[in-house]
Nanobody
Framework: QVQLVESGGGLVQAGGSLRLSCAVR????????MAWFRQAPGKEREFVGSTNRAGLGIYYADSVKGRFTMSKDYAANMVYLQLNSLAPEDAAVYYC????????????????????WGQGTQVTVSS
């Protein structure tokens, strides 16, 4: 059973940066499509970005495009999310997710198809 463990969240000033990490344990990263989602208090879980098994075709939500960058380290079995130019509206709990399914461009942005989730890491942005 694969386990996902996020880290790297914290408090940052608006305009600052953070790098979130997701450790993939119990299986090989190459077996999964990986994604990042976030959830702010009182809001639904929101898609941030996703990449396929080969690490090609990385898709981002319009709200983070150009500011956030997703990457993988296959040797370390790690997935990263670099957050730049953070704004107060980026504050949320960020979740790493994985699926063994092959998803379409439409379904990859929804939470339901992802079978595995981390516990989340909190990102707080002060204005």
């Amino acid at each position: 059973q694969v386990q996902l463990v996020e880290s790297g969240g914290g408090l940052v000033q608006a305009g600052g940066s953070l790098r979130l990490s997701c450790a993939v344990r119990g299986d090989t990263l190459r077996q999964y499509r990986m994604a990042w989602f976030r959830q702010a208090p009182g809001k639904e879980r929101e898609f941030v970005g996703s990449t396929n098994r080969a690490g090609l075709g990385i898709y981002y939500a319009d709200s983070v495009k150009g500011r956030f960058t997703m990457s993988k380290d296959y040797a370390a079995n790690m997935v990263y999310l670099q957050l730049n130019s953070l704004a107060p509206e980026d504050a949320a709990v960020y979740y790493c997710a994985a699926t063994s399914k092959f998803l379409t461009t439409a379904t990859m942005t929804t939470a339901a198809p992802y079978e595995h989730w981390g516990q989340g890491t909190q990102v707080t942005v002060s204005s």
